[in-house]
C-alpha cells in the first residue's frame, strides 16, 4: 500500500496534472460516436498480439436454406425486371411494376422480424441481396438497400417503444410506408453539432386538443428515398426554453418518427446523383407541430439521437455500401477480363499486353480482397458485434477499392465504356463512384478522422480509461484511476516493445502463426507489423496527445496500416475457409506483398514525420532494425493473377460469384460478352492454327482446307460475336437534341436569293 500510495503521489500526480492539461475534453458527440457500437478485431489488432486462431476459428458467414431461395427466387426475378440503361435514360426511375414487386416480396423488410411482418434475415443475406441487385442495377441495390439500413426501420428495432414498433415495422415490413431517413442539412453533414433544424417543447392543437408536443423546422437534403417516402427519421436539436419536461433548455440531438404528410412537411423537387436516378431529394417542414409521442424510443430517448445514429451506422457502415463495392469490383474484374480477350489489337488479344496485365491484376485483387472483408466482417455482424471502427475500415477501403477497379475498368474497355447507351454496362457503375465516396461519412473524413481517431481512443486496451480518468470532475477519484491504469498501460507498452523487437530483429520468423495454417509467413507477417503498430502508436499518442487528431495526415497513416492488418487477415481467413485452393495461392501472395508496400509507405509516413524524433529513431531501432519492408509483387505474379480473368474457369466464377449477367434477357450486353469470351476461347486453336500459316481471313482458310466446314462456322460465330461486343451505340440527333427535334419538325425556310445566285441562275 505504501508503496502504491507513493508512486500515485509522487509518480502518477505530475503525469497526471500535465497530461489534463495537454489532452483536450472529449466533446459530447465524440463520447457518443466512440460509445457506439462494439470493439472487436480491432482490439486485438491494438494489443500488438492479436490471437489469430480465434480470428480462423469464428465460422464463416453463410445464408440459410430460406435465404438461398430468396437469392435464387424474387432476387434473380428483381434482376431481370430491371433495364439499367431505360431507367436513367428514359424513366429516371424503377417502373411501377418493380416497385410493386419489392413491396410483394418484402425487400423493404428484409432485416425486420418476422413476428413484424418482415423476412427476418440475416446480415449477410442482407448483404448478399444488395450485392446481386446492384450487379443488375445501382438503383435497384441503393432503393432496397437504405430501408434495410440506417433508418427507421433499424432504429424502430434497436430503440422503438412497444407500440411504435407494432405501428410501424408491419408498415413498413410490407411496404406499405416508405422510409428514409432526414440527417444531413445545409450547414450540417459529418458536423452534427452545426444542426440548425429544431423541435422546439411548447403546447399545441392535434387532433383536435391541446397537447405538449413539438414544433419543428427543418431544411434536409441529399435524402435517399425522399421524394417517395411516407415516414421520415428526423434528426434535430430538441430544446425547451420554458422547461416544460424539467430538464432544462437543451435536449441535445433528438429522433422522431414524422409522417410526411403531415401538415406542414414538403417534399421538395428530386435531386439528380451523378445521373443515377435513384430517389433522392430534399424535405422540408415549417411549424410542423407533433405530440411527443412521435420521438423514437419516447421521452426516455431525448437526446440520444446522435447515439442512435452512430449505433445504426456501426452495423449498416458494414454492409451497405461494402456489398456494392464487392458487386462492382468483382463485375469490374469478371467483364473487363472478357472484354481484354476477346478485343484484339495488331492481332493479338489485349489482355495479352503486359501493361493491361497489371490493371488486370489488380482488379483480381480487388475482387477477391473485398469480398473476403465482406464475408469476414458479416461473420462478426451475425455473431452480434457492432465493430463501428472496423465498419469505418470497410466503407473506406470498399468503396476506394472500387474506385480503382472502375477506373482501371474504364481505361481498359476504352471507347467502349466511354460511349453511352444499352450497350455500355459500365457507364453507370463510373458515374456511381463519387456517391459511394461520398455518403455514410466521406471517405477523406473517415480515413483522417475515424479509422485510427475513434479506434486508438476506442479499440486501445487502455487509452480510454485514461482519457475518462484525465477528464473525471472528482480529481482525486480521477488520479486514483489514472494512477491504475497508467501503469498498466507502462507494463502494456514494455511488452509490446519487446515483441516488436523479437520479430523485427528476426524479421518477423519468431513472429507467431495459427497452428495448422496454409502460409504460415504471411500470418508471421501480420503479426510482426501488429507489434510495430501497436509501438509506433504508443509513441505517437505519448509524444503528440491531444494534438494528434489535428495532425491528420499522421494519424490517417497509423489508420490505414490498421486497416491493411484487418484486410489482410480476412484475405487468409477467406482462403483457409474456401478450403486452401492452390489455384487461388497467386492471389493471395499478390494481395499479401502489395498489402505490405502500402504498410511500409504508411509506416515510413509515420516515422519520417513524427515531431519527436528520438521517438520515431526509437521505433525504426526496435522493430526496423534493416529498415521498413518494402516488397512488391512480381511481374511473373502479375500475369498470373491476369490470366485468371482472361479465361474461362470454375476460379473465375468463385473470384465473381452471384452476379447478375443478363438472365432473363434476350439480349443484354453482359449476356452478349459472355457468349463472345467463351467462343473466342473455344476458337483459340484455330485462330493459332491460321496464324501460323499468316492467315487472318476464315474463307481463305477454309478455301485452303487448313480449318473444316465445322471450324469455319465456329469462327465465324465467334467473330460475329465479338463484332457485337465491341460495338457502341449512335442515336439519331433528334433523339438526343431537343433542338435538332425542333429543327426536324419545321420546313426548311426559303431560300433568300443573293445576287449571286440570281447571276448563276
Known amino acids: 500500500m505504501r508503496f502504491k500510495t507513493f508512486r500515485r503521489d509522487r509518480v502518477s500526480k505530475p503525469i497526471y496534472n500535465w497530461a489534463r492539461k495537454i489532452m483536450p475534453p472529449i466533446s459530447e458527440t465524440e463520447r457518443e460516436a466512440i460509445d457506439a457500437g462494439t470493439v472487436w478485431w480491432d482490439g486485438e489488432l491494438f494489443t500488438g498480439n492479436p490471437d489469430w486462431e480465434q480470428f480462423l476459428a469464428m465460422p464463416p458467414a453463410r445464408l440459410s436454406e430460406e435465404e438461398q431461395a430468396f437469392m435464387d427466387g424474387p432476387v434473380r426475378e428483381l434482376c431481370a425486371m430491371v433495364e439499367d440503361w431505360t431507367l436513367n435514360w428514359r424513366d429516371r426511375d424503377l417502373s411501377p411494376a418493380v416497385w410493386d414487386f419489392m413491396r410483394k416480396n418484402k425487400f423493404f423488410g428484409m432485416i425486420?422480424?418476422?413476428?413484424?411482418?418482415?423476412?427476418?434475415?440475416?446480415?449477410?443475406?442482407?448483404s448478399e441481396v444488395v450485392r446481386t441487385l446492384s450487379s443488375a442495377s445501382i438503383v435497384a441495390g441503393v432503393t432496397v438497400m437504405v430501408p434495410n439500413s440506417l433508418g427507421p426501420g433499424e432504429l424502430l428495432m434497436h430503440f422503438g417503444t412497444d407500440a411504435q414498433r407494432r405501428h410501424w415495422l408491419p408498415r413498413l415490413a410490407d411496404g406499405r410506408e416508405i422510409p428514409c431517413f432526414g440527417l444531413t442539412s445545409p450547414h450540417a453533414g459529418s458536423d452534427a453539432a452545426a444542426m440548425t433544424d429544431?423541435?422546439?417543447?411548447?403546447?399545441?392543437?392535434?387532433?383536435?386538443?391541446?397537447?405538449?408536443?413539438?414544433?419543428?423546422?427543418?431544411?434536409?437534403?441529399?435524402?435517399?428515398?425522399?421524394?417517395?417516402?411516407?415516414?421520415?427519421?428526423?434528426?434535430?436539436?430538441?430544446?425547451?426554453?420554458?422547461?416544460?419536461?424539467?430538464?432544462?433548455?437543451?435536449?441535445?440531438?433528438?429522433?422522431?418518427?414524422?409522417?410526411?404528410?403531415?401538415?406542414?412537411?414538403r417534399h421538395g423537387d428530386r435531386h439528380?446523383?451523378?445521373?443515377?436516378?435513384?430517389?433522392?431529394?430534399?424535405?422540408?417542414?415549417?411549424?410542423v407541430f407533433v405530440p411527443l409521442d412521435h420521438i423514437l424510443g419516447g421521452e426516455e430517448q431525448i437526446g440520444q439521437g446522435w447515439t442512435m445514429l452512430m449505433t445504426a451506422l456501426a452495423a449498416g457502415r458494414s454492409i451497405s455500401l461494402p456489398s456494392q463495392s464487392a458487386a462492382s469490383a468483382a463485375m469490374c474484374a469478371r467483364a473487363t477480363g472478357a472484354y481484354a480477350r476477346v478485343r484484339t489489337q495488331f492481332n493479338v488479344p489485349i489482355g495479352m499486353f503486359e501493361g493491361i496485365q497489371e490493371p488486370l491484376a489488380e482488379l483480381c485483387g480487388?475482387?477477391?480482397?473485398?469480398?473476403?472483408?465482406?464475408?469476414?466482417?458479416?461473420?462478426?455482424?451475425?455473431?452480434?458485434?457492432?465493430?463501428?471502427?472496423?465498419?469505418?475500415?470497410?466503407?473506406?477501403?470498399?468503396?476506394?477499392?472500387?474506385?480503382?477497379?472502375?477506373e482501371h475498368a474504364m481505361d481498359i474497355h476504352g471507347g467502349k465504356a466511354i460511349i453511352d447507351g444499352p450497350n455500355n454496362y459500365m457507364g453507370a457503375a463510373y458515374r456511381a463512384v463519387p456517391v459511394g465516396i461520398t455518403v455514410e461519412g466521406a471517405n477523406i473524413l473517415t480515413r483522417n478522422l475515424m479509422i485510427f481517431g475513434q479506434g486508438a481512443i476506442r479499440s486501445h486496451p487502455y487509452m480510454l480509461e485514461e482519457l475518462l480518468a484525465l477528464s473525471h470532475e472528482d480529481r482525486?477519484?480521477?488520479?486514483?484511476?489514472?494512477?491504475?491504469?497508467?501503469?498498466?498501460?507502462?507494463?502494456?507498452?514494455?511488452?509490446?516493445?519487446?515483441?516488436?523487437?523479437?520479430?523485427?530483429?528476426t524479421g518477423g520468423f519468431l513472429?507467431?502463426?495459427?497452428?495448422?495454417?496454409?502460409?504460415?509467413?504471411?500470418?508471421?507477417?501480420?503479426?510482426?507489423?501488429?507489434?510495430?503498430?501497436?509501438?509506433?502508436?504508443?509513441?505517437?499518442?505519448?509524444?503528440?496527445?491531444?494534438?494528434?487528431?489535428?495532425r491528420e495526415m499522421l494519424s490517417a497513416r497509423l489508420g490505414d496500416i490498421l486497416a491493411e492488418l484487418y484486410l489482410l487477415g480476412a484475405v487468409l481467413k477467406r482462403y483457409e475457409s474456401e478450403g486452401r485452393f492452390a489455384e487461388d495461392k497467386p492471389i493471395v501472395d499478390y494481395l499479401m506483398q502489395a498489402g505490405e508496400a502500402r504498410i511500409g509507405i504508411a509506416f515510413r509516413g509515420v516515422l519520417d514525420n513524427l515531431p519527436a524524433r528520438p521517438a520515431a529513431w526509437?521505433?525504426?531501432?526496435?522493430?526496423?532494425?534493416?529498415?521498413?519492408?518494402?516488397?512488391?509483387?512480381?511481374?511473373?505474379?502479375?500475369?498470373?493473377?491476369?490470366?485468371?480473368?482472361?479465361?474461362?474457369?470454375?476460379?473465375?466464377?468463385?473470384?465473381?460469384?452471384?452476379?447478375?449477367?443478363?438472365?432473363?434477357?434476350?439480349?443484354?450486353?453482359?449476356?452478349?460478352?459472355?457468349?463472345?469470351?467463351?467462343?473466342?476461347?473455344?476458337?483459340?486453336?484455330?485462330?493459332?492454327?491460321m496464324r501460323a500459316k499468316n492467315i487472318n481471313d476464315a474463307q481463305e482458310a477454309h478455301d485452303m482446307d487448313l480449318i473444316s466446314d465445322a471450324e469455319f462456322t465456329q469462327l465465324r460465330e465467334a467473330r460475329e460475336a465479338i463484332e457485337k461486343v465491341v460495338a457502341v451505340d449512335a442515336f439519331p440527333m433528334e433523339e438526343i437534341s431537343a433542338t435538332a427535334a425542333q429543327h426536324k419538325t419545321k420546313k426548311p425556310a426559303a431560300r433568300r436569293k443573293t445576287p449571286q445566285r440570281q447571276a448563276a441562275e
Open 366 to 406: 480487388n475482387a477477391y480482397l473485398i469480398d473476403a472483408a465482406r464475408r469476414t466482417t458479416l461473420a462478426a455482424l451475425d455473431e452480434g458485434h457492432k465493430p463501428s471502427v472496423i465498419s469505418a475500415i470497410m466503407k473506406y477501403h470498399a468503396t476506394e477499392r472500387m474506385r480503382r477497379s472502375v
Open 476 to 505: 482525486d477519484e480521477g488520479l486514483d484511476r489514472f494512477d491504475e491504469t497508467f501503469w498498466k498501460h507502462v507494463g502494456h507498452a514494455f511488452k509490446t516493445a519487446g515483441r516488436a523487437f523479437l520479430r523485427g530483429w
Open 511 to 550: 513472429s507467431p502463426a495459427p497452428k495448422g495454417a496454409a502460409m504460415p509467413h504471411h500470418w508471421k507477417t501480420l503479426s510482426r507489423h501488429s507489434a510495430a503498430f501497436a509501438l509506433l502508436s504508443d509513441f505517437a499518442l505519448l509524444t503528440l496527445g491531444g494534438s494528434l487528431k489535428r
Open 198 to 265: 429544431t423541435g422546439v417543447v411548447e403546447y399545441g392543437t392535434w387532433k383536435g386538443k391541446k397537447v405538449l408536443g413539438l414544433r419543428l423546422n427543418f431544411h434536409k437534403r441529399y435524402i435517399t428515398l425522399g421524394p417517395v417516402a411516407t415516414v421520415m427519421g428526423l434528426a434535430f436539436k430538441m430544446q425547451d426554453p420554458e422547461n416544460h419536461l424539467g430538464r432544462g433548455e437543451d435536449l441535445g440531438i433528438t429522433v422522431a418518427l414524422l409522417p410526411t404528410s403531415t401538415k406542414g412537411v
Open 112 to 126: 425486420i422480424p418476422k413476428e413484424f411482418g418482415g423476412l427476418g434475415f440475416s446480415n449477410t443475406a442482407h
Open 618 to 689: 526509437l521505433v525504426r531501432l526496435i522493430a526496423f532494425p534493416a529498415g521498413v519492408p518494402n516488397p512488391a509483387p512480381s511481374d511473373r505474379l502479375i500475369t498470373k493473377l491476369a490470366e485468371i480473368l482472361l479465361k474461362p474457369s470454375g476460379q473465375r466464377d468463385r473470384l465473381t460469384p452471384d452476379l447478375y449477367l443478363g438472365q432473363g434477357h434476350d439480349a443484354h450486353p453482359l449476356k452478349d460478352l459472355e457468349r463472345a469470351f467463351q467462343l473466342v476461347v473455344d476458337a483459340a486453336q484455330i485462330e493459332k492454327r
Open 272 to 287: 439528380i446523383p451523378q445521373f443515377t436516378f435513384f430517389q433522392n431529394g430534399p424535405l422540408y417542414g415549417e411549424d
